[in-house]
């Protein structure tokens, strides 16, 4: 059973709720009853040792697992009162309101200009040519791209380094304007000052979009989150408060991945 | 203390230094063997295109006689309106026309050499007359160089009977005769002596073929491909038609041409030898490689632009179009490509569906009946008539030269596409 802790107070303001989600590869049990709140006034971190399944639930908020014939879902995901899960659910309008960035830079092989330009297009969001070129600025100024590349806007996207095409990831989930943004170990291939960027611009984005944010790393939890859940073998073990979670941890298994015993 | 070195050291022993050594060794080796390899497959290639060409020249000239021919004395009638009439030929027939250049020709070469101008010489003289009536008002006499009989024609390559051999060198000496290039080889059809064949009839058919082939196989290729891939449920069923494609571009060709003969010509049993009917043959034989080739091209764009699309709310068709599509567009360009080369240098499948007919008259439409370049090729080799060698050989080398256009076309395209992205 997860241990909350005390000190966290009853978030009203969930925009996301997850009850008893369990997912299922096949016969094996990836995920097992997990129940947690997402909310805009503060970043989840969920952290945990390699293959303990925390990148497997922050693709059930999007219905990602669907790519994968043998992933089955069980349990509620609300987003706003509307079961995420449910059959009803259309998911495409699904991602344009929770978007997601990846482990590795995907930029599409295109220009940069359409790297941003593509899930408005898709959605329909500007009318005219003039409405797409203000959500292209708007979204890489919001990830901080936009003096770097505001000359460049026809270069390919994947020409870019490594932190920049993450941060045109990131500039391409929010153009389609979504509450919430899911980051599967954002900066995992980044090098420090990459991360670092990184680490700045999901400090700025957040209050404005729900942030939940996968993370291997301890450091960067507790930088930038001020909720973390830790998860191993496919449960949640502890959700807190960041600074509980680092400085006063209840259960031993908690304390011992966060002291690098083991992870 | 020294042994203690020794074994705690194993990369610093002459029997480790020996063993680089071997190993450096292997690869030279190895480099050398691959850098044959390419030496002699280059030498074949071309030895093959070098000997193809040598002996295709000769296939582009033809023997001819110098005729020279007296419109205002031919006695021939006609105006402007009836020399340019589609009868015209006719006309021109029906006043003796061939007579009249017999008789021109006699007086030019003697009756031995006039009996020697082939048959339908005439024909090239009418068709100069229709494209341009005004030369039925010429009193000077206008030199037309007519082909000669095919007998003659040996004559000058130094074979054949030696009666002929001496009049060949005899019109030669006095300038009469000569093997001119022949640029009609490339306008005309199938004919019974190699004197008057030409090429276009087999290319045409060729072309409209092959265009047949690509519209057919090209779509349902990729349709099919990218369902396998993209949308197919991974089940017994699906396996299934895997091997059944797999199994289908493996099947000889000579296979499709009994299915065409026994499908399409029970069908459509008016369209034997029509191109329609063997591009359809060919594309059954096409569009499995086309398939696999597809797969393989869709397989090989990387899971992450896909999720990348969908994660912004694109829909499973739109991430297809948008994404998986134009990235694997090349890689399926390639096995068109591949499939289509194929599909043109093939002759088994067509015998069987009647496209080795005796084709004297270009294709008009797709449902005309035709011939095709390898087949032409290869009912040319089998003629007994010397001089239908070197027009085989031509006509090889014009196979190569469309297969180089087209393959270049196809690489161009691909080129393009893999710059846009």
């Known amino acids: 059973?997860?241990?909350?802790?005390?000190?966290?107070?009853?978030?009203?303001?969930?925009?996301?709720?997850?009850?008893?989600?369990?997912?299922?590869?096949?016969?094996?049990?990836?995920?097992?009853?997990?129940?947690?709140?997402?909310?805009?006034?503060?970043?989840?971190?969920?952290?945990?040792p390699s293959g303990c399944g925390k990148s497997t639930f922050l693709r059930c908020f999007n219905r990602m697992n669907d790519t994968i014939p043998i992933a089955k879902v069980t349990g509620a995901i609300e987003l706003e009162g509307e079961n995420v899960l449910g059959d009803t659910m259309d998911v495409v309008q699904l991602r344009a309101r929770v978007g997601m960035v990846f482990q590795k830079p995907n930029p599409f092989p295109k220009s940069i200009y359409e790297n941003i330009a593509y899930g408005p297009k898709i959605h329909g969001l500007a009318e005219k040519k003039a409405d797409l070129d203000a959500i292209v600025e708007k979204s890489l100024t919001r990830a901080g791209l936009w003096e770097e590349v505001k000359d460049r806007l026809d270069d390919s996207g994947t020409a870019l380094?490594?932190?920049?095409?993450?941060?045109?990831?990131?500039?391409?989930?929010?153009?389609?304007?979504?509450?919430?943004?899911?980051?599967?170990?954002?900066?995992?291939?980044?090098?420090?000052?990459?991360?670092a960027k990184i680490e700045e611009l999901i400090d700025e984005l957040s209050g404005r979009y729900a942030i939940v944010i996968v993370t291997h790393s301890m450091q960067q939890a507790a930088r930038v989150s001020q909720r973390t859940a830790f998860f191993h073998l496919g449960k949640m073990v502890e959700y807190g408060p960041t600074s509980d979670i680092f400085t006063n941890p209840i259960e031993e298994r908690t304390k011992d991945y966060i002291t690098g015993r083991y992870g | 203390m020294n042994n203690m070195a020794d074994i705690s050291r194993p990369t610093r022993t002459p029997q480790f230094e020996a063993r680089l050594a071997k190993r450096y060794r292997a690869e030279r080796n190895f480099k050398l063997m691959g850098q044959g390899a390419i030496v002699f497959s280059v030498a074949v290639l071309i030895f093959l295109l070098g000997n193809m060409l040598m002996n295709g020249i000769g296939g582009f000239?033809?023997?001819?006689?110098?005729?020279?021919?007296?419109?205002?004395?031919?006695?021939?009638?006609?105006d402007e309106v009836s020399l340019t009439a589609p009868s015209a030929v006719q006309t021109l027939e029906m006043q003796g026309m061939a007579e009249v250049v017999h008789f021109f020709a006699e007086e030019a070469l003697g009756t031995e050499g006039a009996d020697q101008l082939s048959d339908q010489a005439w024909r090239d003289v009418a068709a100069a007359l229709t494209s341009d009536?005004?030369?039925?008002?010429?009193?000077?006499?206008?030199?037309?160089?007519?082909?000669?009989?095919?007998?003659?024609?040996?004559?000058?390559?130094?074979?054949?009977?030696?009666?002929?051999?001496?009049?060949?060198?005899?019109?030669?000496?006095?300038?009469?005769?000569a093997e001119n290039w022949d640029w009609g080889f490339l306008s005309r059809s199938d004919a019974t002596s190699p004197q008057a064949v030409g090429i276009w009839g087999a290319l045409k058919g060729s072309i409209l073929t092959m265009i047949i082939t690509l519209v057919l196989a090209f779509p349902i290729g990729i349709l099919a491909a990218l369902y396998l891939?993209?949308?197919?449920?991974?089940?017994?069923?699906?396996?299934?038609?895997?091997?059944?494609?797999?199994?289908?571009?493996?099947?000889?060709?000579?296979?499709?041409?009994?299915?065409?003969?026994?499908?399409?010509?029970?069908?459509?049993?008016?369209?034997?030898?029509?191109?329609?009917?063997?591009g359809m043959t060919l594309a059954l034989m096409t569009m499995p490689v086309?398939?696999?080739?597809?797969?393989?091209?869709?397989?090989?764009?990387?899971?992450?632009?896909?999720?990348?699309?969908?994660?912004v709310g694109a829909s499973p068709v739109q991430v297809v179009?948008?994404?998986?599509?134009?990235?694997?567009?090349?890689?399926?360009?390639?096995?068109?490509?591949?499939?289509?080369?194929?599909?043109?240098?093939?002759?088994?499948?067509?015998?069987?569906?009647?496209?080795?007919?005796f084709v004297a008259t270009p294709p008009t439409d797709f449902m005309?009946?035709?011939?095709?370049?390898?087949?032409?090729?290869?009912?040319?080799?089998?003629?007994?008539?010397?001089?239908?060698?070197?027009?085989?050989?031509?006509?090889?080398?014009?196979?190569?030269?469309?297969?180089?256009?087209?393959?270049?076309?196809?690489?161009?395209?691909r080129n393009k596409f893999e710059k846009t992205w």
């Open chain 1, 1 to 48: 059973m997860t241990r909350i802790h005390d000190t966290i107070q009853a978030a009203s303001t969930a925009l996301m709720k997850a009850r008893d989600v369990s997912v299922f590869y096949g016969e094996k049990k990836a995920i097992d009853e997990v129940s947690i709140d997402i909310s805009p006034d503060y970043v989840t971190a969920f952290i945990g």
């Open chain 1, 161 to 195: 380094s490594g932190g920049q095409q993450q941060r045109l990831c990131i500039a391409r989930a929010i153009a389609v304007d979504p509450e919430v943004i899911l980051m599967d170990e954002p900066a995992s291939a980044l090098d420090p000052i990459a991360t």
């Open chain 2, 61 to 78: 000239q033809r023997a001819e006689l110098a005729v020279p021919f007296n419109f205002a004395e031919s006695g021939l009638t006609g």
């Open chain 2, 133 to 177: 009536p005004a030369l039925l008002s010429q009193t000077e006499p206008v030199l037309f160089n007519l082909p000669a009989s095919s007998d003659l024609a040996s004559g000058l390559a130094g074979e054949g009977s030696p009666e002929m051999q001496a009049l060949a060198s005899k019109l030669a000496s006095e300038g009469k005769l």
């Open chain 2, 229 to 278: 891939e993209e949308y197919a449920p991974k089940n017994r069923w699906t396996d299934l038609i895997e091997v059944s494609i797999n199994n289908l571009a493996a099947v000889p060709s000579i296979i499709f041409g009994l299915l065409g003969l026994a499908v399409f010509l029970a069908v459509f049993p008016n369209l034997r030898s029509a191109p329609l009917i063997g």
């Open chain 2, 290 to 311: 086309i398939v696999i080739s597809g797969r393989n091209a869709i397989k090989a764009v990387p899971p992450s632009i896909r999720d990348g699309a969908l994660a």
């Open chain 2, 321 to 357: 179009f948008h994404h998986v599509l134009p990235l694997a567009l090349p890689g399926m360009l390639t096995g068109t490509i591949i499939g289509m080369a194929r599909a043109l240098g093939e002759t088994a499948p067509l015998l069987l569906i009647g496209m080795r007919a």
């Open chain 2, 368 to 413: 005309s009946p035709a011939t095709v370049l390898p087949v032409q090729i290869f009912l040319w080799s089998d003629e007994i008539d010397r001089g239908f060698v070197e027009r085989t050989s031509a006509a090889i080398v014009i196979l190569l030269l469309f297969l180089l256009l087209m393959n270049s076309v196809a690489i161009y395209l």
